[in-house]
């Protein structure tokens, strides 16, 4: 999440424009297991609202 809220601000790779990107969240095994929209992250502590978690097969 910290580094999704960094890119959308530009504190990371600054210029680019994150509306439809996501950063993905990998388990031990190289398995997505969920997703986090770069341009929907929050600046506050309430971060947990706009990760989405794909269910696991």
Same mark, same amino acid.
């Given at each position: 999440? %910290?580094? %999704? ?5 530009? @504190? ?22 969920? @997703? ?6 929050? @600046? ?6 706009? %990760? ?6």
């Amino acid at each position: 999440m %910290a580094l %999704a809220d960094q890119l959308r601000r530009g @504190e990371k790779m600054p210029g680019w424009k994150w509306g439809s990107w996501f950063v993905a969240i990998m388990d031990q095994h190289g398995r997505k297991i969920g @997703e986090v929209p770069i341009a929907d992250t929050l @600046e506050d502590d309430d971060w947990l609202a706009v %990760a989405h978690l794909l269910p696991l097969d």
